[in-house]
């Protein structure tokens, strides 16, 4: 496919379409600067022909790109740049579709409620134009604030609503996110084996696909519970094959992801300055982000460790910005937690 549009776009280097095409196909390669190079054509074919339409979609790929590298106000510009033209041109599924991408960059920034205000904004036109496959994505995004708020209750009920819109259109990919989403609920609620169900699903599904990063994701999630279970190789094992994946995409919140949980299976092994080292690598991956989330969980870990060590001023101090942060996202469970052991060290 790569190779018939390059060619076609020999014969016709003005075809904004396929210059979009082509993004698309390196952005999912993970080839983000050719990705990067083929929506810039689109914005200098559009401006040539006024493709509107053409130079908002890849405006919005260009946010993507953004998002993927961790460059969140460079994302936001672009997403809300796509979303002025879009919003001129009348055209009210990719005026959905944007409000979902802005959503999306809210949740990693913590700001929750901006998040939820633009998922439901995003629903609320898409249920107006009866599409169900963005609703099931609405509902996805939706049910994943409610998971960090720690209302697993609601989050359940918001990924089955998804589940079932794509189930019936056949969506195999938001299938697969799914059963992903689903399985972090079970592993929240202790049953590990319900979880790792979900996530076997998951993975089967993104590899019949060639989804690496549900793939990524999955490998990592079923390292969680590898290692709740004390199968400390496996669980390793799970990881790196997720971080692989992960660093050949250029996903820097999936890496942060695997450093962290990289470094809580060397500190249950007892190797705490090889637990630190994994703790620092996510940490600069997740401040990079802006990512409050998983900074508080870096902090957390962090203050975990020099408990372990006896230094208990510093693990105050971590745990302190650890809860100050997961106060400000408003993800209760989380804030217990710390709390929790912020008080266990006066004991």
Do not use: C
């Not at 993975?203 to 490998?219: I, P, T």
């Not at 992960?246 to 890496?255: C, H, N, S």
């Not at 090889?274 to 990512?291: I, P, V």
């Not at 105050?316 to 910005?321: G, K």
């Amino acid at each position: 496919m790569k190779k018939t549009l390059e060619k076609l776009l020999k014969e016709n280097p003005n075809d904004a379409v396929k210059w979009n095409q082509l993004g698309l196909i390196n952005m999912r390669k993970g080839h983000l600067d050719e990705a990067l190079n083929a929506f810039a054509k689109v914005e200098e074919v559009t401006l040539q022909n006024t493709n509107n339409l053409q130079l908002a979609a890849a405006l919005s790929n260009i946010a993507n790109v953004a998002q993927i590298r961790g460059d969140l106000d460079l994302a936001t510009d672009y997403y809300e740049r796509a979303l002025r033209l879009i919003t001129t041109l009348g055209n009210k599924e990719e005026r959905a579709s944007i409000y979902g991408n802005i959503g999306n960059v809210a949740q990693v920034r913590g700001d929750l409620d901006a998040a939820m205000e633009h998922f439901q904004n995003a629903l609320s036109i898409n249920e107006s134009l009866d599409r169900k496959d963005g609703m099931a994505n609405n509902f996805g995004s939706m049910a994943n604030i409610a998971f960090i708020r720690g209302d697993l209750e609601t989050a359940m009920q918001f990924y089955e609503q998804s589940f079932a819109l794509n189930g019936a259109l056949q969506r195999k990919d938001g299938m697969a996110n799914n059963f992903g989403n689903m399985g972090n609920v079970a592993q929240s609620r202790g049953d590990l084996d319900e979880a790792m169900d979900y996530y076997q699903q998951a993975l089967k599904l993104n590899k019949a696909l060639g989804r690496k990063e549900g793939m990524a994701s999955n490998y990592g999630n079923m390292g969680v519970v590898a290692q709740l279970r004390g199968d400390l190789d496996k669980s390793m094992d799970y990881y790196q094959q997720s971080l692989e994946i992960e660093k050949a995409l250029g996903r820097k919140g999936g890496m942060a992801f695997d450093y962290g949980n990289m470094g809580n299976l060397s500190r249950t092994r007892g190797d705490l300055d090889e637990a630190m080292e994994y703790y620092q690598q996510a940490l600069r991956l997740n401040k990079a982000l802006g990512s409050k989330e998983g900074m508080a969980n870096d902090y957390g870990n962090i203050g975990v460790l020099s408990k372990s060590r006896g230094d208990l001023d510093e693990a105050r101090e971590y745990l302190q910005q650890s809860l100050d942060l997961f106060t400000e996202i408003g993800a209760a469970p989380q804030i217990a937690q710390t709390q929790a052991l912020l008080d266990s060290l006066e004991d």
